[in-house]
Nanobody, 118 residues
Framework: QVQLVESGGGLVQPGGSLRLSCAAS????????MRWYRQAPGKEREWVAI????????SYADSVKGRFTISTDNAKSTVYLQMNGLKPEDTAVYYC???????????WGQGTQVTVSS
């Protein structure tokens, strides 16, 4: 069965760094576009970053551009989100998302909490 398991969240001071991981299983990882989303309290879930399946092209929301980096390790079926220069407004639950390049079927992880506070 399909599983996306995020880890790496926690409490960090402003300006600090965290690396989120999302371990995938139950599907052909290399055939899926991988995205990170986040949802802050009282706000809608928003897209953060994508890495495409075909050529590993990346794109970022303006709010995180230049601070966050998405990457994959296909041998480990894992997608990462390196977050540097964290700000209090980055506080949210971060979700991993996988979407098939063929069928378009999509899956979500359970989320990991990131809190940026002094």
């Amino acid at each position: 069965q399909v599983q996306l398991v995020e880890s790496g969240g926690g409490l960090v001071q402003p300006g600090g760094s965290l690396r989120l991981s999302c371990a995938a299983s139950g599907f052909t990882f290399g055939s899926y576009h991988m995205r990170w989303y986040r949802q802050a309290p009282g706000k809608e879930r928003e897209w953060v970053a994508i890495i495409t399946a075909i050529n590993a092209a990346t794109s970022y929301a303006d709010s995180v551009k230049g601070r966050f980096t998405i990457s994959t390790d296909n041998a480990k079926s894992t997608v990462y989100l390196q977050m540097n220069g964290l700000k209090p407004e980055d506080t949210a639950v971060y979700y991993c998302h996988a979407q098939s390049t063929g069928s378009g079927r999509a899956y979500w992880g359970q989320g990991t909490q990131v809190t940026v506070s002094s």
